[in-house]
C-alpha cells in the first residue's frame, strides 16, 4: 500500500464517511440501558490536516445512536493550540476550547450526557521541571475538569511512523529530561495516557515501574500494528505483544483502554469495504485483543472506549458500543459497570453513574 493512499484512508471526510456509513442501516443498542463513560474522544476542527469538523453537534449525533452515554473525556489531539505566545504555552488553548465545549453541555440544552467532563490535555514533558507551570495554567483554564496528559511517542521506521501526528525519537520515555518533566505530573495528581505503538511497551513498562505511584494509562490496546512491515505477521507479532501487556500488568499503576482497533494501523480492512461491517463482524475480529486485556488486567483496570473520530473510519459509533457488548455478554453486571463506567469514572474522577 503506498503512502498517499493509506493517508486518504485514514483522513476521510465528513461527507465520504456518512456517505459510506449510510450503506448500512444503523443498528438498535444493545443493553440500552447499561451506563457507559466513554472515556476517550476527540474534537477538531482542521481541514488543512485532513480533519473535518468534529464538535459538539457531531458527538452528540455519534452518542445519540441508543446507547446510555452518561458523560465522555477528552483527550487531546492538537486542537485549538493558542496562535501567539510562548510555545509551551500555547497547547493551554486546547483546553480552554474544550473546556468550553464541557461548559456548554453541562447547561443541559442538549441533553443529559456531560459531554468532556474531564479533559485530558497536551505539555511538552521535555521541559523538565518547567513544565509544571504549563500544568498550572491548564488547571487554571480548565474548570475543574483537567485530569491529566497524553503525550504520543508512537515510533515506527516503517509505514505507520509516517503518518503519526507529532514526530517523536525512538525511545522518548526512557529520556532523562522526560522524565523530569513526567515527574511532575504525579506532584499535582494527574494521570498520564500513553499512546504508542507496541515494540514501545517495554519503555513504558520502565517508566512505570521508576514511577509506580503515577496513574498510567495505556491507550489503544497497547498500539499493535499490522501495516508495513508488520502485515500479515501477526502469528509472531501477537504474542510479542502479549508478553509485554503481560509484563505491563504487573503493575498495579497501569490500566487499559479497550478500543482504538477501528484505526486502520491494526490491519483489518473494514474501511476498504463496500458497506460497513456489522457489530458482529466487530465483535469477531476485535475478541482476541479485548479477551487478553482483560484477562490479563482484569475488568477493575480496563475501560472500553469509543476513540472517535479516528475509529469512524471503520464503523458507526452504535455499532461499535454494541460490539464490546457481544464480547461481553457473558460478564457479570459487576464486571460490566466496571468495563463501561467504573474504571473510567475512578480513574478520571468523574461522576459514576
Given amino acids: 500500500m503506498a503512502d498517499a493512499e493509506y493517508r486518504g484512508l485514514i483522513h476521510r471526510n465528513n461527507a465520504d464517511l456518512a456517505a459510506w456509513l449510510a450503506k448500512r442501516s444503523s443498528e438498535k443498542a444493545l443493553e440500552p440501558d447499561l451506563p457507559i463513560i466513554d472515556p476517550h474522544h476527540h474534537l477538531w476542527d482542521a481541514p488543512h490536516r485532513g480533519r473535518d469538523r468534529y464538535f459538539l453537534p457531531e458527538l452528540l449525533a455519534d452518542t445519540g445512536g441508543g446507547h446510555n452515554i452518561v458523560s465522555t473525556v477528552f483527550l487531546e489531539c492538537q486542537a485549538m493550540f493558542r496562535a501567539s505566545g510562548p510555545d509551551e504555552m500555547k497547547p493551554v488553548g486546547e483546553v480552554e476550547f474544550v473546556n468550553g465545549i464541557a461548559a456548554q453541555s453541562a447547561s443541559g440544552q442538549y441533553g443529559e450526557m456531560r459531554a468532556c467532563e474531564a479533559i485530558v490535555g497536551w505539555v511538552d514533558l521535555m521541559l523538565g521541571s518547567r513544565v509544571r507551570g504549563v500544568l498550572e495554567a491548564e488547571i487554571d483554564v480548565a474548570g475543574g475538569r483537567f485530569r491529566g496528559v497524553r503525550y504520543g511517542t508512537s515510533w515506527d521506521d516503517g509505514l505507520a511512523g509516517k503518518h503519526v ?29 500513553s499512546w504508542h505503538f507496541f515494540p514501545q511497551l517495554p519503555d513504558l513498562l520502565d517508566i512505570a515501574r521508576a514511577f509506580p505511584g503515577q496513574s498510567i494509562i495505556v491507550d489503544h490496546v497497547g498500539g499493535h500494528l499490522a501495516i508495513g512491515q508488520y502485515a500479515g505477521k501477526q502469528a509472531e507479532t501477537l504474542p510479542v505483544w502479549k508478553k509485554n501487556m503481560q509484563d505491563l500488568a504487573g503493575c498495579p499503576n497501569i490500566v487499559v483502554k479497550l478500543g482504538g482497533l477501528g484505526m486502520t494501523s491494526f490491519g483489518f480492512d473494514f474501511h476498504l469495504r463496500d458497506a460497513p461491517p456489522s457489530s458482529q463482524e466487530l465483535a469477531a475480529a476485535w475478541k482476541p485483543y479485548i479477551e487478553t486485556c482483560i484477562e490479563l488486567f482484569g475488568p477493575d483496570r480496563c475501560m472500553f472506549e469509543s476513540n472517535f473520530p479516528p475509529d469512524k473510519q471503520s464503523c458507526g459509533y452504535t455499532e461499535l458500543w454494541n460490539a464490546f457488548k457481544l464480547i461481553t455478554k457473558g460478564a457479570s453486571n459487576a464486571e460490566k459497570k466496571a468495563l463501561y463506567s467504573g474504571t473510567a469514572a475512578r480513574v478520571y474522577k468523574t461522576i459514576a453513574p
Fill in 165 to 193: 501526528s507529532r514526530p517523536i525519537p525512538r525511545h522518548r520515555l526512557l529520556d532523562p529530561k522526560f522524565r523530569e518533566g513526567f515527574a511532575e505530573l504525579g506532584k499535582l495528581g494527574l494521570t498520564f495516557d
